[in-house]
């Protein structure tokens, strides 16, 4: 069993900067691919980003390549999710999940934090 907390959201100003954290914790965690994902009010919920156990791979949505930067930290079981040059779309809940594989799918992610409210202001 892994268990996820995510901090960090809030309110910003288009333009501005947030860090998202996602506190992992488990047996095995750190040997996870980690995602964030997010999903806006009548909207499904979408890949933003995933990174693998070693950190070797990171893979992006097209919609925030250049913008956004996933990296974590295996000794403190901790993922985060760097946004820059918000956007009023990227407005959502956020959404940090876990997997055995490599994957930009969310249903092939097996555990999945509570959420949290991200809202860039234009």
């Known amino acids: 069993q892994v268990q996820l907390v995510e901090s960090g959201g809030g309110l910003v100003q288009a333009g501005g900067s947030l860090r998202l954290s996602c506190a992992a914790s488990?047996?095995?965690?750190?040997?996870?691919?980690m995602g964030w994902f997010r999903q806006a009010p009548g909207k499904e919920r979408e890949f933003v980003a995933f990174?693998?156990?070693?950190?070797?791979?990171?893979h992006y949505a097209d919609s925030v390549k250049g913008r956004f930067t996933i990296s974590r930290d295996n000794a403190k079981n901790t993922v985060v999710l760097q946004m820059n040059s918000l956007k009023p779309e990227d407005t959502a809940v956020y959404y940090c999940?876990?997997?055995?594989?490599?994957?930009?799918?969310?249903?092939?992610?097996?555990?999945w934090g509570q959420g949290t409210q991200v809202t860039v202001d234009s």
């Open positions: 999940a876990a997997s055995r594989i490599y994957s930009d799918n969310a249903n092939r992610y097996d555990y």
């Open positions: 488990g047996r095995t965690s750190s040997t996870y691919t």
């Open positions: 990174i693998t156990w070693s950190g070797g791979v990171t």
